[in-house]
């Protein structure tokens, strides 16, 4: 994937010739915050693999940086706004439309906000969800409590007709959507059927994935949250496994293709000892699969803690056959299946165990956020607002390097990000666990189901929009 071309150009809904209301410096030097020009950039790849080959300064390396312009494109006193939020839970939604809702208002003057609830079906007459009329004092306290204030569904996305025709009769001229990458490719075939009827609306989004599978982003809001909760969680199991006679402490955390969320608790706890996730294969049964390592580990120390994403091992399991309102296949229970299966184990054995299983999926998507986590929401909205208000479109924003950016949606969803195995970050938590490089029996073919799962990941965003 790192030899693939992507153009990280940010379309336009035409020249900016309003000074904005926002007073700033165009002057570097004079101690006064600075307006960001459409001509400042942060490079893609700073990884620097071979020296006798050039840094690429074009569309495909240059990411167009975040933030309030001199000159915008919007009149603020005739914009008319509107927000939505799609998908499951995430630490974060609400400090992101609180930070949108007080920019539009107490920064560029923007009176008329609606919210639509429960998803794209606000959207839908049918529904019966009228649009809430969103001010900077209502949403005041939102961030103080999980959720969502304006409501969340999944599906409704390919109704893409149908949600412009709303945002038409409602006359919004920018749309703010909040999910994750099914809802982000929707964004995009709206931006481009409001374009297609002429229609002067930013649609930007505001990435949001729990997983953190998003391509290019340092990370997205709430998952730094939903560290902190499985870190928690960790230690709880540990305690319980420490103190009991061959104790077992095993927890499932989200992640349906992406181990981020374990790998980081694993890291973050230093009390795990087994990281269970979706890009690394494993094998229950023969002496390099995970129940012999599991039993030689309890012969050892006496106690062992498990994390495991939701998504991992999934060959392992029945296919449930079933998918979701977005169109994401549901998975089989890797939690419930381990359990039985170690239960299983050393009952055959005749070896007593205390196992203890915690699954806190859903406690961890409503929580609200940690410090970091707000501050980055906060941030993220401020940027989101800035950019629609320049008339930037098809578009998210992101952290790249630590820099906030606009990012093309068709380039952020082409793929979704994962641990890499050879990466830093699955060595480390290698390091961390202690657990063998692969508990498989047959490394050959564990190595070609991990090779077929990379070449699946390319082509899966195509094959799944219109479920989207």
Known sequence: MSEEKFDF??????????????????????????????????????NVFDKTKPVVLDSSNLMEKAGPREKIYFDPTHAKAGICTCGGLCPGLNDVIRAIVRCLNTRYGVKTIKGYQYGFRGFFPESGYEPLELDRYLIDEIHKIGGTYLGTSRGGGQRVSEIVDCIERDGI??????GGDGTQRGSYDIACEVEKRGLKCA???????????????????????????????????????????????????MGREAGFIAAAAALSSHETNFCLIPEVPFEMEGEHGFLACLERRLAKRGHAVIVVSEGAGQDLLQATGATDASGNKKLS?????????????????????????IDPSYQVRASVTTASDSIYCERLGNNAVHAAMAGKTKCVIGLVHDKFV????????????AVDPEGSLWRDTLDATGQPILMVNDKDKALEKMAAAVAGAKSKPSEQKKGK
């Not at 700033?24 to 790849?45: P, R």
């Not at 606009?406 to 990000?417: D, E, F, G, Q, S």
């Open 9 to 46: 150009t940010i379309d336009n809904l035409g020249p900016c010739t309003i000074p904005s209301p926002i007073k700033l410096s165009t002057v570097h030097g004079d101690y006064t915050a600075n307006y960001v020009s459409d001509d400042s950039y942060v490079i893609s790849n700073v």
């Open 173 to 178: 001229n920018m749309l703010f959507i909040l």
């Open 333 to 357: 229970d890797i939690g419930v299946f381990l359990k039985s299966e170690i239960e299983k184990y050393f009952k055959a054995k005749n070896i007593e165990i205390n196992l203890k299983y």
């Open 406 to 417: 606009h990012l093309p949606i068709k380039a952020v969803t082409a793929h979704r990000n």
């Open 203 to 253: 649609v930007v989004g505001v990435p949001k994935t729990v997983d953190n599978d998003l391509m290019f982003i340092d990370r997205s809001f709430g998952f730094e949250t939903a560290v902190q909760r499985a870190k928690e969680t960790v230690a709880a199991v540990h305690m319980e496994a420490a103190s009991q006679i061959n104790g077992i402490g095993l927890v499932k955390l």
